[in-house]
């Protein structure tokens, strides 16, 4: 069949002066040329056909495409009309779309749009740069949408994919998906918008290599079962806080966020996490906010946070694994009424402590260093704490502080002790077991008992300690394995019992009851 191309070009010699004239006449799959000029009309399209810009081509009015139609636009400019209304399958390139006079700018209701290098800039009455409901699917690449008052794209119950896409500086939002939304975004920019950059509920969003910056408020915001994975991406420099996980999950690899005034990463209301390989740095409140939820950190460097690095709270069960976590003014971990399992992980170079735990924390470390931070190096307040095959070096004030505790520390290493008139490691009120543990050579006290503390010491190695431990207000030490009892101190109140040696004595006590017996009823017998 025959494909005939039609010439639209307001010119008298020209067979259609205008857009409407062509398509009247124009068959399936036909090509509408239009030349330069600016067309003050609205139309709209029900059959197979491209139409295509041959210089500068400004419409001016309305653009349907209905349902089960597939049209071809490009090379046009669509400025000051009444917007695209999109039910069948439209292919937009090369295109601008601009001012339209309604609220939003392109609208796709049961329809597929393609768009690729095509620019869609807001009037201040522009809520809305792209709507997208019912089912629909669009592709975007190569293309800018900027400054729309409300959401530069809204769309639900539909699918969307961004590829080398800006979204510019909008007064409210750049995406926001409302419910049932697939989307995936790779090698885009989202910049400068007042609200959350991309807002989305009840979705599933996936990015790559893309950058979310310089926000005025949240970068991204997910809730009421969302999953958003991100892999490759920063998200950085925003006002409020760069992620919030809400009733959500998220999954983040090989990411950078950093340098928000808020928070790095919330995660809350029963929200699950992994984050692997990822580096957050530099924001103003806890770098990392997990709360009443569960989380896996792994390879992560979490470092140089006004505050703290880690912040578990409400009931939150966290793992960490293999992380780097230094330099923070507050302590780099705190768990407050809630789970914490940190393994080959290394804290160092804090402003103030190594680990904070209250309320109930439950506390697991195993084969960690923690070293070079100012204050203490595990402070625990009515909490537990188990720590096996752990390095606590360079401690300036106290290595390990219990009060009203629960405490097992196995086959760890305390070095480096600078000169202090605190005690390495610190009881009140608490109880608990030291085993298989060194302290190198060291002028302070390693243990220092008060408040009704019970604790047990087995088999530590600590030959060149000045003093093993100053127990007090009533207080008990039991040592078990060879220890210099004139290096340990206690007052009137308490007690210091070496188990060893007493068993050793009860069992020589009764040798010689049983030799006496032996020797009377020898006695009595002559």
């Not at 009037?123 to 740069?129: D, E, H, R």
């Amino acid at each position: 069949m025959w494909l005939a191309t039609l010439i639209v070009k307001k010119s008298i010699l020209h067979r259609y002066q205008s857009i409407n004239q062509a398509l009247q006449d124009a068959e399936v799959g036909d090509s509408i040329e239009i030349r330069d000029g600016i067309y003050e009309e609205s139309f709209e399209i029900s059959k197979r056909l491209t139409l295509y810009g041959k210089g500068d081509v400004t419409i001016t009015g309305a653009v349907f495409i209905r349902y089960h139609t597939h049209v071809e636009m490009r090379n046009l400019r669509f400025s000051k009309g009444k917007g695209i209304y999109i039910k069948g399958d439209l292919q937009l390139e090369n295109c601008i779309i601009e001012q339209q006079m309604v609220n939003t700018q392109v609208t796709v209701k049961f329809g597929t749009l393609m768009m690729k290098n095509v620019d869609i800039i807001a009037s201040p009455i522009n809520q809305f740069g792209i709507r997208i409901d019912q089912g629909s699917s669009v592709m975007l690449m190569d293309s800018t949408i900027q400054q729309h008052s409300k959401a530069q794209i809204i769309i639900q119950n539909s699918d969307i994919s961004l590829s080398k896409c800006m979204l510019l500086e909008g007064a409210m939002n750049g995406i926001f998906a409302i419910r049932n939304v697939t989307m995936t975004i790779e090698d885009c920019e989202f910049y400068g918008h007042e609200k959350a950059q991309i807002i989305a509920a009840s979705s599933n969003i996936s990015l790559v290599n893309t950058v979310i910056h310089e926000g005025k408020d949240l970068g991204i915001q997910i809730l009421n079962g969302t999953k958003l994975t991100i892999d490759q991406c920063d998200i950085k420099h925003h006002v409020g806080t760069n992620i919030v996980v809400h009733e959500s999950e998220l999954i983040a690899t090989d990411s950078t966020i950093a340098h928000s005034q808020m928070n790095g990463v919330y995660i809350g209301e029963k929200s699950k996490a992994v984050i692997y390989d990822c580096r957050l740095l530099e924001h103003m409140k806890p770098q990392l906010f997990i709360e009443n939820s569960k989380a896996e950190i792994r390879k992560c460097h979490i470092t140089k946070g006004a505050t703290s690095g880690i912040t578990i709270f409400n009931e939150a069960d966290v793992n960490i694994n293999e992380c780097h976590i230094h330099h923070h003014s507050q302590f780099h971990i705190i768990v407050d009424a809630s789970g914490l399992v940190l393994d080959q992980c290394s804290l160092q170079y804090g402003e103030a402590g190594g680990i904070y735990g209250n309320d109930h924390a439950k506390i697991t470390i195993k084969n960690c260093h923690i070293q070079h931070v100012k204050s203490h190096q595990i402070y625990m307040t009515n909490a537990r704490l188990f720590a096996n095959n752990c390095m606590f070096n360079h401690i300036v004030g106290n290595g390990i502080t219990c009060i009203d505790a629960i405490v097992e520390v196995k086959d760890s290493n305390f070095s480096y002790c600078q000169q202090s008139p605190y005690s390495i490691f610190g009881c009140d009120k608490s109880m608990g077991r030291i085993e298989n543990c060194e302290v190198e050579e060291t002028e302070r006290t390693f243990l220092a008992m008060t408040n009704q503390s019970l604790l047990e010491i087995i088999n530590n190695r600590l030959p060149d300690v000045k003093t093993i431990a100053v127990v007090q207000e009533q207080s008990q030490l039991y040592i078990r394995g060879f220890v210099t009892i004139g290096k340990c101190q206690h007052d009137a109140s308490s007690r210091i019992i070496q188990t060893d040696i007493q068993r050793a004595t009860k069992e020589k006590v009764q040798q010689m009851v049983d030799t006496i017996r032996q020797r009377a009823n020898e006695r009595n017998g002559k």
